[in-house]
Every structure is written in structure tokens, then in C-alpha cells.
């Protein structure tokens, strides 16, 4: 494969809007996870220390020596997952409910404007059939007068037919 060739294809892998908008959301991902982090060690784990005595990020056990096992550590990162993952559904459901409540009002708005029935624009002319404009007072194909033709209609009950 030539170079500049794969170049130009990476460009344009580059440049789509879906790696942009993966690119925005990885970011805005990392400043919200620093976010609920501090959020669960700075305020959630002193809570819950009130009740346990000591923060989660302090609770650790020696195995041997110097060797320790921080689960306190491991605690507050699943409190971190979980806080952030219920965060997520949260947007995600509301999301979802702004689409659904945007998709049916675009539905009635599509119903409401096929259920208009639009004024007729034209009418058919006695004499040749043909349609002519609505407000025409005389027929552009046979030249018929069409006032005095409506006005003798209507003396005798007639209507002139409209489409």
C-alpha cells in the first residue's frame, strides 16, 4: 500500500463525525470519572467512615510484613463504578425520554398536516373541460367568458364543477 494513500484514508477516517464525537465523549468520560472519584473519596467514604469508624481508603489488612491488602482501595473504586454507571442510566434514561416525547410530537405534526386538505387551486372550465385557475374569468384554453356562465348557473341552481 502506497503512503500516501493510507495517509489520505486516515485523514478521512480522522475527520468522520462518529471519531470526533468518540473522541469528545472519552474526554468528557475522564473529567466525569475524576468527578464521581472525588465525589466517592471525599465525600461519600468520610460519610460512611462516620459509621465505621475510619474511611474506606484506609481499610487494609497485613498479610505478611509489609505486604498489605487495601480492599478499602477496591470498595471505593466499586462505589466509584457503581455511582457512575447509575449517573450514566440516568442521562441515558432521560435521553431516551426527551427522543420518545421529540419522535411523537413529529408524528402528530405529520398527522396534523396530511389530515389538512388543501383549498382546490383550480376548477374545470364548462365549455372545454380543461382546468383553469380558481379565479379566472375567463378560460385560457376556449377563451369562454366564465363570469356570465357562473352568473347564468347560478340563476338557473347550477353550480360550475370545481376539482
Known amino acids: 500500500m502506497k503512503p500516501k494513500k493510507f ?19 472519552v474526554l468528557i468520560g475522564g473529567a466525569f470519572s475524576s468527578i464521581v472519584t ?3 473519596e471525599d465525600v461519600i467514604s468520610p460519610i460512611l467512615g ?11 489488612v497485613n498479610i505478611l510484613g509489609e505486604v498489605t491488602l487495601n480492599y478499602g482501595k477496591f470498595i471505593t473504586a466499586v462505589v466509584n463504578f457503581l455511582l457512575m454507571a447509575f449517573i450514566i442510566f440516568l442521562m441515558l434514561k432521560g435521553l431516551n425520554a426527551l427522543q420518545e416525547k421529540a419522535a411523537k410530537l413529529a408524528r ?5 398536516e396530511a389530515a389538512k386538505e388543501p383549498e382546490p387551486t ?33 340563476e338557473n341552481g347550477q353550480v360550475c364543477e370545481q376539482a
Open 108 to 112: 402528530l405534526n405529520a398527522e396534523t
Open 122 to 154: 383550480t376548477k374545470t372550465c364548462p365549455y372545454c373541460m380543461m382546468e383553469i385557475p380558481i379565479g379566472a374569468t375567463r378560460c385560457g384554453h376556449c377563451t369562454s367568458l366564465l363570469e356570465l356562465e357562473s352568473e347564468a348557473a347560478l
Open 7 to 25: 495517509i489520505n484514508e486516515f485523514r478521512e477516517f480522522i475527520s468522520r463525525g462518529n471519531v470526533m464525537d468518540m473522541a469528545v465523549g
Open 50 to 60: 462516620l459509621f465505621g469508624g475510619m474511611n474506606f481508603d484506609q481499610l487494609s
Open 38 to 40: 472525588s465525589l466517592t
